[in-house]
């Protein structure tokens, strides 16, 4: 198992919902059916994240919408979200975590000299508080923003370094990732050969 070289992506954001693919697919289903607004289409095709602009997803709002969820490799069982819109369809994200009932952790990451850098964990727990902490770049400033309990893998020394870009990195959040059991640094979380995704499209 090699490592997935996640440094370069330039705008890394994705969801994990601790529950099965299908058990997800079918919340989606359900939620997209009840979208008046627009027309979606759930597909089922080979795993391609390149279809949802992993790694470049969009800031227009003019861009249609698109989103993969697959089961990965993990322990927990994991299924995974992707979309390809830059707050990683946040507001779809949180209606399947409210319906599916089960643990969701949201990942937004932008490398190292990306203008607007932002950092951001958010994690849900039924019964609980939703976990927000976040580092971003405001014009020619840093801003720092936390909410909700502390949870047990989180390195809350490092919120306390002085420089604010420092107190959260996307290594922090790979390594929080890792410290549920969730590996999004290994080739096999990401790996499409011979998978494949439930797509959610916009038609």
């Known amino acids: 198992m090699g490592q997935a070289d996640m440094?370069?992506?330039?705008?890394?954001?994705?969801?994990?919902f601790l529950t099965e693919v299908d058990h997800v697919a079918t919340a989606?289903?359900?939620?997209?059916?009840?979208?008046?607004g627009s027309v979606y289409q759930l597909i089922r095709s080979p795993l391609d994240l390149e279809e949802v602009?992993?790694?470049k997803p969009s800031s227009s709002g003019r861009t249609k919408k698109k989103a993969v969820i697959f089961e990965a490799q993990a322990d927990p069982v994991c299924t995974v979200l992707v979309s390809n819109i830059a707050d990683g369809w946040h507001t779809l994200v949180n209606v399947l975590s409210a319906r599916l009932n089960v643990p969701c952790i949201q990942i937004n990451s932008t490398a190292d000299g990306v203008i607007n850098a932002f950092n951001q964990f958010e994690i849900q727990v039924p019964?609980?508080?939703?976990?927000?902490?976040?580092?971003?770049?405001?014009?020619?400033r840093?801003?720092?923003f936390e909410k909700g309990p502390i949870q047990p893998?989180?390195?809350?020394e490092h919120y306390k370094k002085r420089r604010i870009r420092d107190r959260l990195r996307r290594q922090d959040l790979m390594a929080y990732l890792e410290a549920l059991g969730i590996d999004a640094q290994s080739e096999d979380f990401w790996k499409g050969e011979g998978r494949h995704g439930i797509y959610l499209v916009q038609v």
Do not use: I, Q, Y
């Not at 893998?153 to 809350?156: A, D, N, Q, Y």
């Open 53 to 55: 602009a992993f790694g």
């Open 153 to 156: 893998f989180e390195s809350p």
């Open 28 to 36: 989606l289903g359900e939620t997209a059916s009840r979208d008046n």
């Open 127 to 140: 019964g609980m508080e939703s976990r927000v902490v976040h580092a971003l770049e405001d014009g020619d």
């Open 7 to 16: 440094s370069n992506k330039p705008h890394l954001v994705f969801s994990c």
């Open 142 to 144: 840093w801003v720092f």
